[in-house]
């Protein structure tokens, strides 16, 4: 008698109440498990309904419809003589649990809820779920009456159990029993269990694949035993991508493994153990044994079969159909976030664009970091599908057909298939620079997107006129001796008048091209400007969706020039070198006059350690100053100013955040009030408990200076000079092997507000400083080796000139001007 297990993991990208399509979708998977000799599938969280029904699980339709499906599972000729389990949502007794249901041969074995709920991040799942709270207890649950008479079965254990086979055990954890302090999967291995089954739900965000890998490894290394992790990929229907990652370990090491991004629906690895290998490891471990043999055990629900010994049905699976994969497990390569940026987004837009019914997207193209960044990961999305056709995909196919409305398109070039999907529009006024024009019209050619360059002037000054006709009065900008008010309510008509024109053109474009259906308008703006509400409300900022909306402008960079070399696309050094600009001010003598971090009054570095210690640290205006300020290395009072500067402007612009565009979720400092940062939006600007404590702190701060710094003759004491940075803020190279780099502000969420080690002059010891808008951001490109970016600004470009001017409320605040509350 053998002790090889054949086991498949599923990764399936399902869709929130699509029942149709997520039967057919775990149908697939389960004829490919067969296919691949399996005898044991499992599959992602709420497979059978979709992860994000929200609200819909309050329904009891979605109850129906997921017992429905079961029965249709159950039934399917492929899923007879192996067992299987799926995801979804049960009732017992009037309460909703998150369940895995496992089946053999058209008879439900157990119901296993979901013990530990998930309330962090983007997950709400008391909301619609309880926890099961009866640890290793089980009741029986009845049957809804149509399922009992067609599977001549009334009752089911529900509750705490495992699955007992002839040659082994199965127990369950459900996503987030993995992360929790107190596994499950500690307790079930000492119980005996030998396979721990994971049905997962986990989503995407930058840096986070190692953690997911890790904690599979960990799992299956202290306490032995199998450990199959099976999870979502894809947009099914929310603003999250789920990651994929699907993985089997073993005694510590994993065995087989599937990707984190790509296009397919259905993607099934399979991987083959030894029971003895598990066996001998547990047996070896003395101090596990010593535990084992005190350990309660678990209600085993008995089942009369062998994994190890039921016949497999090896068959090949039609060409052109997914195919189980078997890769093997090694050093798990990690994705660089410049990557990440370049596939999951671009998967992201794909899930909604075919999902939608769209022909397509449009994209106001500015030639600037944040929109040429949109208009590159469409791109990648094409070169995404053209590789996904070429691989025998034919739903990527079929999808790509029904998208352009021609049945017999074959994607075969990624430059065409772009110039299908993405239209792309340059809408210039009088205050566009000629270089902003042409690096637009230059990348749209390296990408071959169908691109428009209009001027918009003639649509502002109508709208202005409308405003003289009613009020006498004509505004003025500040270099015409404007007042901000003035200056602000001038640069917002012209960025809200090519948000009303881009939907315009998104509504008609595939009418004037002889195509049926309309474009999805791309926004642009990236999480820091979000964050410090740097956009005008109801400006190209608003659209139908937003890919860069969860990632930072260091990241973007980096992905920019990412792509320049991987995608071939000359045009993006100048685009990163260019400092970024709103052009909504006159010109003066045809050259940029404005900028963004000049206009922020903060670098966007600075943006994103003051987002990570806002939300990650849970950081208030008085804690983030003293954080800030016992990092040392910089003036406090210059400190003071900024947290201050900051957290005004955030007050201000925070209701911007509830009209948010749907954006893809990345960063973990996301400002996103939908769902992942939840804040009120009404605030009191000026914050003046809160800023007079940092008032405070800081004078306390300068007695202590002034007592310790004292010369013994009473005079003033100057502090020496910072030398300069031995290396850029933003600097860093991260390998692809490592996950969690410790230096640079690109790839970790240490301190990034002061960046770069300095050399103390006194005990030469290593200090640091607040990074500054004048120091250089470094991106590796090709040809020269690194391009140096927005190094050697003058002051008026860069954020190196910031002053008390930009803290007050009036005038420095796209969009919504304010006096002191």
Known sequence: MGHTVRVAVATLNQWAMDFQGNLERILRSIEIAVAGGATYRTGPELEVSGYSCEDHFHEPDTYLHCWEVLLELMRAPAAQNMLIDVGMPVQHRNVAYNCRVAFYNERIVLVRPKMIMCDDGNYRETRWFS????ERQTEELQLPRFVALALGQETVPIGDAVIATRDTCLGYEICEE???????????????????????????QLRKAHITTDLIRNASYKAGGAYLFSNLRGCD???????GCSAVALNGQVVARGRQFALGEVEVTVAAFDLQDIRAYRGALRSRSSLAASTPTYPRIQLPIELAGLAANWHTTPAGEPQATTTQGGEWSY?????????GPACWLWDYLRRSGQGGFFLPLSGGVDSSSTAIIVYSMCRLVVEAVAGGDRQVRDDCRKILA????????AGDLCGRLLFTCYMGTENSSQETRRRASTLAAQIRSHHLDIGIDTAVSALLGVFRLATGQTPRFRTDGGCPRQNLALQNIQARTRMVLAYLFAQLMLWVRGRPGGLLVLGSANVDEALRGYMTKYDCSSADVNPIGGISKVDLRRFLAYAQREFSL?????????????????????AIAQTDEQDMGLTYAELGEFGRLRKQAFCGPFSMFCKLAAAGGRDPAEIADKVKHFFRCYAINRHKMTVLTPSYHAESYSPDDNRFDHRPFLYRANWTWQFRAIDAELEQLA????????????STAVPPPLPPPSRPADEHDSSPHDPSPTTGTGDHHGTLFFAGPHTGSANN?????????????????PGDGQLTVAAGLPKSQSSGGYSRMHSSVMGKIKDRTGVPV
């Not at 926890?131 to 009866?134: A, C, D, F, I, L």
């Not at 030998?194 to 989503?203: A, C, D, K, L, Q």
Request: cysteine-free; proline content about 10%; hydrophobic content about 35%.
């Open 335 to 343: 994705h660089r976030p410049e990557e990440e940026i370049a596939l």
């Open 765 to 781: 010891t290593t200090t640091t400083t607040m990074s500054g808008a004048a120091s250089a951001h470094h991106l590796y490109l």
């Open 570 to 590: 000359p045009v993006v050094a100048e685009i990163v070198q260019a400092p970024p600009t709103a052009e909504l001010e006159p010109l003066v003598d045809g």
């Open 131 to 134: 926890p099961w709270t009866k």
């Open 237 to 243: 229907g929310q603003r999250v991508y789920f990651n």
């Open 406 to 413: 021609d049945p017999d398109y074959l994607p075969t070039d």
């Open 703 to 714: 007695r202590h200076h002034h007592l310790h710094h004292t010369p013994p003759n009473g």
């Open 178 to 204: 993995l992360w929790n302090p107190r596994s499950k999967h500690i307790d079930m291995s000492l119980a005996g269990v030998e396979i721990i089954v994971n049905g997962s739900g986990s989503y995407m």
